[in-house]
């Protein structure tokens, strides 16, 4: 089993910047694709940016130019450097661990480090 664990959420101005943090339990080979995803207050999770092992990166419109997603593989870490945010930034974000088994997807997913970001 994998486990996730975020860290570097909290309180934020707009315009300033938070990093967050996903810690995995165990090596993640680069089979996986390494995401973050959030949700707000009455709203449907969604994808903020994704990366493969390879370091091919992915970001919903919304964030990009202002957030980058990374990972350290030899400690076994994401991160998702947030830059210039918003107030509609504020949401849960949420690590994700994902890959393909055959025709079927295997998901690890942490529990979540709220963002607050204030105007």
Not at 41 to 59: C, F, M
Not at 70 to 88: H, I, V
Not at 95 to 119: D, E, F, H, P, Q
Request: charged share 15%.
């Amino acid at each position: 089993q994998v486990q996730l664990v975020e860290s570097g959420g909290g309180l934020a101005q707009a315009g300033g910047s938070l990093r967050l943090s996903c810690g995995a339990s165990g090596s993640i080979s680069s089979n996986y694709v390494m995401g973050w995803y959030r949700q707000a207050p009455g709203k449907q999770r969604e994808l903020v940016a994704d990366i493969t092992g390879g370091g091919t990166t992915n970001y919903v419109d919304h964030v990009k130019g202002r957030f980058t997603i990374s990972r350290d593989s030899a400690n076994n870490t994401l991160y998702l450097q947030m830059n210039s945010l918003k107030p509609e930034d504020t949401a849960v974000y949420y690590c994700n661990a994902a890959r393909k088994i055959g025709i079927m997807t295997a998901n690890y997913w942490g529990k979540g480090t709220l963002v607050t970001v204030s105007s």
